[in-house]
């Protein structure tokens, strides 16, 4: 067998060493055991993120409705009262009024619903 050869076959016996020694923590008893208890905390810990958000949603959903419906109702009022005679506002005041809150309220209940549920 000649030099080169010998050192191929020594190269190869090398990177067959190599491939067959485990790097991976998870092949060791104590390395395999830390792994799990390492994952299964961090299943736990996305888990009770996940539930805070579900939590979180719900809260905020309600007060978001609430506070639409409360603003609806005001500027209904607003409106009620101005068709009673009880407030002189001028029509183009009226009219920006109607049109500003209803813009408003649309954009300000959609953004924030987009933003507590986000598309998957």
């Given at each position: ?70 603003w609806l109702f005001v ?46």
């Amino acid at each position: 067998m000649s030099e080169s050869e010998g050192s191929e076959k020594a190269k190869e016996n090398f990177r067959k060493l190599i491939e067959s020694s485990s790097t991976d923590p998870r092949n060791s008893g104590l390395s395999r055991n830390e792994f799990d208890q390492y994952d299964q905390e961090e299943r736990r810990t996305r888990l009770l993120g996940l539930t805070q958000d579900i939590q979180e949603r719900k809260k905020f959903a309600q007060r978001i409705f609430w506070m639409v419906v409360m603003w609806l109702f005001v500027i209904l009022g607003i409106i009620i009262a101005e068709g009673l005679h009880l407030l002189d506002i001028p029509q183009a005041v009226t009219i920006a009024l109607i049109g500003s809150t209803t813009i408003n309220v649309t954009a300000f209940f959609v953004i924030v619903t987009k933003y507590l549920f986000p598309g998957k």
